[in-house]
């Protein structure tokens, strides 16, 4: 679990900002759920195979009331909310969240055991069409924060094609055991859609030639695919067609996806989501479907760093050196008066010698600095000086705002 320094933040607040913004645009609303849920909710919501649940959620006993866990995952919380509040009665709703998420992980770089997701869900829409406005959505975020992460998409199927596939896929890999690693011929039984998944080298052979699901699709799913893929492509969204990706949870149809970067090292996943229409009536809801995805915000800021990217600065326009009493007043006045027209600065309250001031100025990036003294503040004049060119200007302290402020048109 880590601290996120000021110096990090500006990148965050970099993401979060422009994932507000867009989310807006396409008509993503905000809700704040609790961190803490009931454990039910995630073992039904979630499914209790999933590692997520059976070995890495943060579980505890609230004095005798029932077991209660750390959100692991955004998605089962949000739909609890959307239940509750019977919010299906105003029709299809899109909503977003921020915020921790907790999972008892082996940190490593790009996984940590709290971390943050930037996650959407979109509910009541079971058509093609919302697909393709979600993920071109991501798609479109990454754009704006000059990253392309790349896509991949694939069907899961759902409950007409799903078993007799597992059936098929279930008996291969039980034949071809011998080949397979521990952690595969154990999920074999349990959960071995996630089989596909696995990373280790010596496993692969038998991986790349498991039957597939995506030549194995019902009529719906197929159709449902096809417009998916052929919205994509009038978007002009590029994804690749991956049959082996599959989502670590359970209540996945259709639909899933991953944006991935090789930015990440071996942790390359920056964000994955998919359908999800069985849900809300699993945790008790009226049937409603629904797709939806979480992007991880600690990899999204690696790979923002990775492409050499500078995050937006916090840095003052104007740095005050004060040389007496008179300048510290007069200092503390213009601030107010920049600050009031929008226009960060600041001073060092402790006054001390200029010398040192000018090295703060320089310490927290200003753009200028203005020295003000006895003689200044009955002159109501003072030189601008630019902390880069060093470059010096003498002007009315009466007009600093109006010549900071950036012109409309610039
Ligand atoms: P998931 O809910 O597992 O599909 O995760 C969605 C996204 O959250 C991933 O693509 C990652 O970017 C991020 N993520 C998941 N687990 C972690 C973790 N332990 N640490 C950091 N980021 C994570």
């Not at 890495?56 to 209660?68: I, P, W």
């Not at 299809?92 to 997701?117: L, T």
């Not at 754009?143 to 007409?160: F, I, K, T």
């Amino acid at each position: 679990m880590n601290d996120i320094l000021p110096g990090a933040v500006a990148r965050w607040q970099q993401i979060e900002r422009t994932a507000r913004e867009l989310f807006a645009l396409y008509g993503y609303r905000e809700v704040r759920t609790p961190v803490v849920e009931p454990y039910a909710l995630f073992a039904r919501g979630v499914g209790e195979a999933t590692d997520i649940v059976n070995k890495e959620m943060y579980v505890f006993e609230d004095k005798g009331e029932e077991k209660l866990a750390l959100r692991p995952e955004g998605t089962a919380g949000t739909v609890r909310a959307y239940i509750e509040h019977g919010a299906h009665v105003d029709g299809p709703q899109k909503w977003f969240y921020i915020g921790p998420m907790f999972r008892r992980e082996r940190p490593q770089k790009g996984r940590y055991r709290q971390f943050h997701q930037i996650g959407v869900e979109s509910f009541g829409v079971a058509e093609p069409a919302m697909d393709v406005e979600q993920v071109a959505m991501l798609d479109d975020l990454f754009r704006r924060l000059g990253v392309v992460p790349a896509l991949e998409l694939n069907s899961v199927g759902d409950a007409v094609c799903r078993p007799a596939y597992l059936a098929e896929l279930r008996e291969y890999l039980a034949r071809n055991a011998a080949g397979l690693c521990d952690d595969c011929r154990d999920r074999t039984g349990k959960n071995p859609l996630r089989v596909l998944d696995c990373k280790v080298e010596g496993c692969q052979p038998i991986l790349a030639s498991a039957p597939r699901l995506v030549d194995r699709l019902c009529e719906g799913c197929r159709g449902h695919f096809e417009a998916v893929e052929k919205g994509l492509d009038d978007l002009g969204v590029k994804y690749r067609l991956n049959p082996r990706l599959v989502r670590g949870l359970d209540y996945y149809v259709r639909t899933a996806f991953e944006f991935t970067s090789d930015a990440l090292g071996s942790q390359s996943a920056v964000a994955g989501g998919g359908r999800y229409d069985g849900l809300v009536e699993t945790l008790g809801g009226p049937p409603t479907p629904g797709i939806g995805f979480a992007l991880g915000e600690e990899r999204l800021a690696l790979i923002l760093e990775a492409s050499g990217r500078p995050a937006p600065e916090d840095r003052p326009e104007v740095f005050f050196v004060t040389v007496d009493d008179a300048g510290r007043r007069e200092a503390l006045r213009r601030a107010a008066e920049l600050r009031r027209a929008g226009i960060p600065c600041d001073l060092d309250a402790r006054g001390g010698k200029a010398k040192a001031q000018f090295k703060q100025a320089e310490r927290v990036g200003a753009r200028y600095a203005v020295v003000l003294g006895q003689s200044e503040a009955e002159s109501g004049q003072a030189k601008l000086k630019d902390m880069q060119s060093r470059e010096e200007a003498l002007l009315d302290l009466s007009g600093l705002a109006a010549r900071l402020r950036p012109s409309p048109r610039g």
